[in-house]
């Protein structure tokens, strides 16, 4: 409980379904970087982990005060009428039928959504826009991410106004690793965040409360929370409405 005896904001945060290695199994596991965990819990909110497992309904999402879509796998192109890069991975179909149905009832039900990378893409799918499969294709390196299993680093500006600028400011240095990033924007959203090389990377949706999606990693940097802290405030002004 929090101290002034209210609840503490439950935030749902999505997670991966892979094979992992533990003690002595190795199975077919939900799995989710901690850092993303300790970064919910340090902005005052306690996270609760949603596997890609059966289909959620209204009911399910009707208990969360918030939703992380998390980063992960390249989503199925054909959600937006391409045909797969060579370059694009493999594909995780049952985390994007999951995700999918949960980001559209936290929309219908006006529940504050931070997307994070995978995630802001899955908002601009969701909301009908496109996206660039490969990013190296577009801006011609591979500054937004680097190497496997490292991060970049990227210098961004936030549109002054912004709710994201609000939260990090006008420039920010930031967490980055992805090759795919927004070409056209879906409905309702508008580009707030660019990286040096004009990609795009953050949006916010002005008809909702709360829903902005970033395509860096703010879970990577471990002492600056304020993005999370600004999804956790957006589902306590909620909650006293």
């Known amino acids: 409980m929090a101290s002034n005896g209210s609840r503490v904001p439950l935030i749902g945060i999505t997670t991966y379904l892979e094979q992992a290695k533990f003690g002595l199994w190795e199975l077919p596991s939900a799995v989710l970087m901690r850092s993303y965990l300790d970064s919910i819990v340090a902005a005052g909110g306690m996270p609760v982990m949603l ?13 969360l005060d918030a939703l992380v879509l998390s980063g992960g796998a390249d989503i199925d192109p054909s959600r937006y009428g391409q045909a797969p890069h060579a370059a694009t991975g493999t594909l995780r179909l049952e985390r994007d039928t999951s995700e999918f149905g949960l980001f559209h009832l936290a929309l219908e039900a006006d529940i504050p959504v931070l997307g994070v990378c995978r ?3 899955l ?22 991410n680097p ?14 106004g912004s709710v994201v600028a609000s939260l990090v400011g006008e420039h920010t240095i930031v967490h980055c690793h992805h090759h795919q990033a927004i ?12 990286a040096q090389d004009g990609t795009v990377e953050a949006v916010e949706l002005a008809e909702a409360s709360f829903v902005i999606g970033v395509q860096w990693h703010p879970e990577e940097n471990h002492t600056d929370v304020r993005l999370f802290q600004g999804l956790v405030q957006a589902a306590v002004q909620r909650k006293s409405q």
């Open 51 to 63: 596997p890609p497992v059966g289909r959620w309904l209204p009911e399910h999402v009707s208990h």
């Open 119 to 121: 995630g802001l893409q």
């Open 123 to 144: 908002i601009n799918i969701a909301l009908g826009g496109t996206l660039h499969q490969h990013v190296p294709d577009v801006a011609g390196s591979n500054s937004h």
């Open 147 to 160: 190497s496997s299993g490292v991060f970049g680093t990227n210098d961004i500006k936030l549109a002054p």
């Open 183 to 194: 070409d056209q924007l879906g409905s309702g959203l508008t580009a707030v965040g660019w």
